[in-house]
């Protein structure tokens, strides 16, 4: 894991989103499909953050010909009529705060349109010390009362942990810095619980995610998706790799680092 991606974390939290579903939905069984989902987290000073789910995400595409410009292909669409005069929408509330836009993956069961699992990637916005920790630890409660499967991955350094207490001692101990929780419903209608601890200074593991009961999991190899990312991100040339990191690596870690970054030419 790179520390110094924390910089940019909106980028990399969604390309991490995106190849994590790809990578899975080439090994999903028949019958169970990966998708990417996104939440929007309103924050405003009278309304708790709440999850909304946007009805349609509308996209810039860029110019195909620049000899003409672009437009709609001409498929025998109905051309529009003149629209009617109105008065303004009587406004009744208007939101003052921000909208962050958070991404997920799901994995689906066609047969029924069943959520098996759900992984998640935490963001700042869950870490914080406001609304947005409450909010995730809301949601996460409502998927442990249920029977989906929820797979937690931990790459922030930053912000208060939102996993659970047990154990988490122990690996601050040892000198880790990231961790994965996953939490997997088995036969006897309860719930297993495995922490994983993840240290700076190794490859990032492949991680097990759990299916339906009585399936073997699929494999997520969180450091070529890793690498995936950091290579189509172009981060090496635009993150700023001459400081410390934020927050600031230990001594021992800061040295390690700066031995590899001259290696590769980076400082």
Avoid at 143 to 165: K, T
Avoid at 200 to 216: A, D, Q, T, V
Wanted: one cysteine or more; a negative charge; proline letters at 7%.
């Amino acid at each position: 894991m790179d520390p110094y991606l924390e910089q940019t974390w909106g980028d990399v939290h969604a390309r991490l989103i995106m190849y994590a579903a790809d990578s899975l939905r080439r090994q999903l069984p028949t019958g169970l499909v990966a998708r990417t989902q996104e939440r929007v987290v309103l924050e405003h000073e009278d309304v708790r953050l709440r999850d909304l789910v946007p009805d349609i995400n509308l996209r810039w595409r860029p110019p195909t010909s620049s000899a003409s410009g672009w437009s709609l292909p001409d498929d025998g669409g109905v051309a529009l009529e003149e629209p009617l005069k109105v008065a303004e929408p009587v406004r009744t509330y208007r939101a003052q705060g921000i909208e962050i836009t958070e991404g997920y993956v799901e994995i689906i069961d066609l047969s029924g349109g069943k959520v098996v699992t759900i992984i998640e990637v935490l963001s700042p916005t869950y870490k914080n010390s406001g609304q947005g920790s409450k909010v995730y630890r809301e949601k996460r409660n409502d998927i442990l009362d249920s029977d989906v499967n929820l797979v937690e991955i931990d790459l922030l350094r930053s912000g208060q942990s939102v996993l659970p207490a047990i154990g988490l001692e122990e690996v601050e101990e040892q000198g880790h810095l990231y961790e994965v929780l996953i939490s997997q419903m088995e036969k006897t209608g309860k719930r297993r619980f495995d922490l994983y601890a993840l240290p700076l200074r190794k490859r990032l593991p492949n991680l097990p995610i759990p299916l339906r009961i009585g399936e073997e999991p699929v494999i997520l190899n969180l450091q070529s998706v890793f690498e995936l990312c950091y290579e189509n991100g172009s981060y090496e040339q635009t993150v700023d790799y001459s400081r410390q990191p934020v927050p600031p690596l230990s001594a021992t870690d800061a040295a390690w680092a700066g031995e590899l970054l001259k290696a590769r030419g980076i400082r």
